[in-house]
C-alpha cells in the first residue's frame, strides 16, 4: 500500500512538473477542461446556454483568479504564431472577456443564475465596492505570472548571468508575490460568501 502511494505521488508530481515546465502540456490540459466544462454544460442547459455558461465560467476565471491559466488557451496559441508576448496578447483575453460579460450582463443575465459559480461572479461584478477589489488583485497577479511566463517561453536571455540569475530567483519572487494575491483574494471571497450564505458548485 505505502509502495502504491508513493508511485501515485510521484506520477501527481511529474505531471506537475510537467505542467509546470512544458507551456504546451499546459495548453492542452486547460483546453481539455475547458472543452469537456462546455460539453457538460450543453447536455445540462442545452446547447446555446451550455456554450454561454461554458463561457462565462470562463471569463470568471480570467477575472477573478490571481493566475493566467484560463486566459492561457488564447496566450500560447498568440505567442506562438505573431511572437506577441503573453504578457499583452493577455490584454486581448481581458478585453474578450469583459466584454462577453457586458453583452450577456444586459442582453441574457439570466444565463449567471444557471450555476452557483455564476451566481456569485454576477454578485461580484455587480458590486463594485468592495467586490471589484478581488478583480483588481487578479489582474496583478495574472499579469505578474505572466512576465515569468513569456520568460519561459524566451529561447535565450542577452547575458548568461542574468539568465542564471533570473533562474535562482524567479521562482521564489513568483511564489511570494502570488501567493500574498491568493490570501487577499481569499479572504474577500471568504467575507463574500458568508456574506450571501451560499454553497458553490460548479454546476447546478
Same mark, same amino acid.
Given at each position: 500500500? =505505502? &509502495?502504491?502511494?508513493?508511485?501515485?505521488?510521484?506520477?501527481? $508530481?511529474?505531471?506537475?512538473?510537467?505542467l509546470h515546465k512544458n507551456p504546451l502540456v499546459k495548453f492542452i490540459a486547460v483546453f481539455l477542461i475547458f472543452v469537456i466544462y462546455s460539453i457538460f454544460s450543453m447536455f445540462k442547459f442545452?446547447?446555446?446556454? /451550455?456554450?454561454?455558461? /461554458?463561457?462565462?465560467?470562463?471569463?470568471? #476565471?480570467?477575472?477573478?483568479?490571481?493566475?493566467?491559466?484560463?486566459?492561457?488557451?488564447?496566450?500560447?496559441?498568440? $505567442?506562438?504564431?505573431?511572437?506577441?508576448?503573453?504578457?499583452?496578447? +493577455?490584454?486581448?483575453?481581458?478585453?474578450?472577456?469583459?466584454?462577453?460579460?457586458?453583452?450577456? &450582463? #444586459?442582453?441574457?443575465?439570466?444565463?449567471?443564475?444557471?450555476?452557483?459559480?455564476l451566481s456569485l461572479f454576477q454578485h461580484i461584478i455587480s458590486h463594485p465596492w468592495p467586490f471589484w477589489i478581488i478583480i483588481i488583485l487578479s489582474a496583478g497577479g495574472t499579469f505578474l505570472?505572466?512576465? #515569468?511566463?513569456?520568460?519561459?517561453?524566451?529561447?535565450?536571455?542577452?547575458?548568461?548571468?542574468?539568465? +542564471?540569475?533570473?533562474?535562482? =530567483?524567479? =521562482?521564489?519572487?513568483?511564489?511570494?508575490?502570488?501567493?500574498?494575491? #491568493?490570501?487577499?483574494?481569499?479572504?474577500?471571497?471568504?467575507?463574500?460568501?458568508?456574506?450571501? /450564505?451560499? =454553497?458553490?458548485?460548479?454546476?447546478?
Open positions: 500500500m =505505502h &509502495h502504491n502511494l508513493k508511485n501515485i505521488h510521484k506520477v501527481i $508530481r511529474d505531471i506537475k512538473t510537467q442545452g446547447a446555446s446556454d /451550455g456554450l454561454l455558461v /461554458g463561457l462565462m465560467t470562463w471569463t470568471f #476565471f480570467v477575472l477573478c483568479t490571481p493566475v493566467a491559466d484560463a486566459g492561457f488557451i488564447l496566450d500560447l496559441p498568440i $505567442r506562438v504564431l505573431t511572437g506577441i508576448r503573453m504578457v499583452y496578447s +493577455e490584454i486581448i483575453v481581458w478585453t474578450i472577456a469583459i466584454g462577453s460579460n457586458l453583452i450577456v &450582463h #444586459f442582453a441574457n443575465p439570466t444565463i449567471y443564475e444557471r450555476t452557483g459559480l505570472s505572466l512576465v #515569468f511566463g513569456d520568460e519561459l517561453m524566451d529561447i535565450s536571455y542577452e547575458h548568461k548571468k542574468e539568465r +542564471e540569475h533570473h533562474k535562482r =530567483h524567479k =521562482h521564489k519572487y513568483r511564489m511570494i508575490l502570488i501567493a500574498t494575491l #491568493f490570501i487577499i483574494i481569499l479572504a474577500v471571497y471568504d467575507f463574500l460568501l458568508r456574506t450571501l /450564505g451560499v =454553497h458553490i458548485p460548479l454546476i447546478g
